[in-house]
Each structure stands twice: as C-alpha cells, then as structure tokens.
C-alpha cells in the first residue's frame, strides 16, 4: 500500500475527542468472573429492576397484527405526538404544542441532535458535575468544549455566582440534568430559577435532560422550560426508558421551539430517518398510563434505596439519600484507594459490581456509583459480601 493512500486512513477530526463507555469494561470483566465460576452482585447497571408492562407490550403487538409497520413520519405519528404535547403541558408544565415535540430512539439522540443544533467549533458548554459520561463525548463530537461546574459548589454558594466563576465569552449553553446521574440530585426550584436567571441574562441556551423525572424520592420535579422566558430558549430531551422500563425500546423524545426543531429534525432525518414504527404505537400506550402507575414504582425504588444506602452508612462509606433517579453515590476514601482501584477492589474481594465515581468527571473521584435498581434479594446479598470481605 503506498504512503499517498495510507495518509488517508484516518478519522475525521471531530472523532479524535469521542471515546467509548468505561462501563462497557466493566461488564466485560464482570462476564470473565462469571466464566470462571464466580457470582457477581450486579450494582453497575442503568436499567429499570421491573419488566416493561403489558399494556405497552400489547399495543405493540396490537401494531404488528394491524400491520401498522410501515414509514412513519420522521418526527413521528401524529398521535404520539399529540400525546407527548398534551402530557408535557399537564405534568411538566411546558406551553409545547404538536409542532414542537419530536419523537426520536431514546433521549441519547434528543441529547445527540440538541449539542448538534447549538454548538459550533469552540464553543464551551457548562456542565454541572459530576455528570453523565456521554455528554463530554457528545460536546467533543460537535468539537465543543466542556467546562465542568462542580454540582456542590453551586449548592453550596449560590448557581448564579458559581456558573459566572466558570463561564467565557465563549460560554454557548448549559447541560442541565434533574434529577442527576450519577449523584441522585434533585435541583430545587429556587435553584432552577436561578439557572434560568444566569441563562436568560447571558443569552445561553439551555440543554435539559429529564430522563429521571417521574423517579423522584424527595423534593419536586421541575422542569425548567417551564419557567417564565426559557420554553424558547431550552432543548428538552426526555425518554420512556426509565419512566415505563422501556430501555431496549428506543423511544425518546425532545420538545423544542424553532430554530431549535429544525436542527432536531435534520438530525434525525439525515441519521435514523425516524423510529420503529410499532415502537411508536407502544410508546402512545405508555404515555396513556395513569399516573398512578408512578406511586408504587417510587414506593419499591424508596425501598431499595433507603435499604442500599443504611447498608453503605454502616460499611463507613458515607452516602446520602438520593433525592431521585436509582444511583447511590458514597464516598469511599477510606479504602484509601482511587475510585477506578476501589471499583476493583469491591469487585476482585466481594464480586460487587460499582461503577467507578471518575468516569463521571474528577468531581466523583473518591466515590462510586451504585445502581438500586435492582433485586432486594441483591442488595442484601451484596451488602453481607462487603461486610464479610472488605
């Protein structure tokens, strides 16, 4: 092969900052200890403990025996999207009509095609952390940058004071997820209200993602399109991934005004041209789900959580009770050890499974994440394993 050809084997450019998810190493690890024997208490993952309802499974069926399988419209059916606009105004609070909703494969394309929309070469992003890990790839893509703006600091001495400290002149937007993974952090209204201050006085645009909102423990979920200025100036990503344990299904979907729309609907017309069909159908079943539904699935997530997080306390790894999501997030320094070699050390002397708290920027470093999403059966079992190995 000559030299003239082999200088064009490489990447495009905006790839170079795109990395890949250290939990996938993690479960890769997990699968070799299971190969040699071993049972491993499963504290890594993202996905909701129970099984999608019947309901949604039967409407999908339903779609399939209709033989409503055909090209959809690539922002979606018009029922689910009159379903999304009518639920985003009754429970969210978002003014969104038909035209400014769009349906997509889970809230990792809304996320996808809302940095793709906003950002531009150069342009920083701040980002509350810690944070979910893909969002520095997702800015890296668009080749923006990250500015991370530690989550605690902004608690502790105000959001308007802290994000000033951490913006530029090159400041384009803020990642604002409530409630937040990995650290179960619910933000207040108060605390929305002032983030809405900061973007509406620095003329920012806001990138909401609400993949957790109907898991909140304590406090409220307020999302802050809803706030007086920001619907036009906020790219809503939500998903039914976690919301109706439909995490393989692939729907999601984001609510936008113009100019906003237009860069989600370019972005998924030019990537997956739209979704499932059927899957759409599923996804107008879940949405018609009473709200009631969410009472007794936050009731069983309590229970795992408060069980998870008195067993952490007295294993001496301080942690605090999330206010939302299904993630854990103690401090586990007094293993002495960095929170990738604590991941190993939990996982190689108790076969429990944690994510380490750096994957999701240096503001978790010292902690790790655990999921309570899971069996009761687990977490006792994970629980007595730290206590008889550690």
Not at 219 to 244: C, N, P, Q, W
Request: hydrophobic share 40%.
């Amino acid at each position: 092969m000559s030299g003239a050809r082999l200088k064009a084997f490489h990447l495009a450019r905006r790839l170079d900052g795109v990395g890949f998810s250290d939990i996938v190493k993690i479960r890769n690890r997990i699968m070799e200890l299971r190969a040699q024997g071993a049972r491993v208490f499963q504290f890594e993952g993202g996905e909701p403990f129970l099984n999608t309802p019947e309901h949604i499974k039967e409407a999908m069926m339903r779609a399939l025996r209709e033989n409503k399988t055909r090209y959809a419209p690539s922002s979606g059916i018009p029922e689910l999207r009159a379903a999304i606009a009518e639920k985003v105004r009754t429970r969210n609070r978002i003014p969104a009509r038909e035209e400014d909703v769009i349906v997509l494969n889970g809230g990792m394309q809304g996320l996808f095609g809302a940095f793709q929309s906003v950002v531009d070469p150069g342009d920083e992003v701040l980002v509350f952390s810690p944070y979910w890990t893909p969002i520095k790839d997702l800015i890296a893509h668009c080749q923006g940058v990250t500015v991370l703006v530690p989550t605690a600091e902004a608690r502790r001495e105000g959001f308007a004071a802290t994000l000033a400290r951490y913006a530029s002149p090159r400041t384009r937007a803020i990642y604002y997820n409530t409630p937040q993974n990995p650290t179960g952090v619910v933000f207040t209204r108060a605390e929305a209200e002032e983030v809405a201050r900061f973007a509406t006085e620095r003329d920012l645009i806001v990138i909401a993602d609400e993949a957790y909102e109907d898991l909140v423990y304590d406090g409220e979920h307020v999302s802050i399109a809803s706030l007086d200025g920001m619907f036009e100036r906020t790219i809503t990503s939500f998903t039914l991934s976690k919301s109706y344990a439909m995490t393989g299904w692939r729907v999601g979907y984001a609510v936008a005004t113009e100019p906003w729309m237009t860069g989600l609907r370019k972005t998924t017309l030019y990537s997956t041209n739209g979704v499932s069909t059927p899957s759409q159908w599923a996804a107008v079943a879940a949405l018609a789900t009473p709200v009631s539904f969410f009472d007794e699935i936050r009731a069983e997530y309590r229970r795992r959580r408060d069980l998870l997080v008195a067993g952490l306390n007295e294993l001496g790894f301080h942690c605090e009770a999330p206010a939302g999501a299904f993630y854990a997030f103690p401090d586990v320094s007094r293993l002495g050890l960095d929170s990738r070699a604590a991941a190993d050390h939990l996982l190689e002397r108790a076969q429990v499974a944690t994510v380490p708290g750096v994957v999701f920027g240096e503001h978790g470093e010292g902690h790790l994440r655990f999921s309570f999403s899971t069996s009761i059966e687990t977490i006792e079992q994970g629980l007595d394993s730290l206590r008889r190995n550690l």
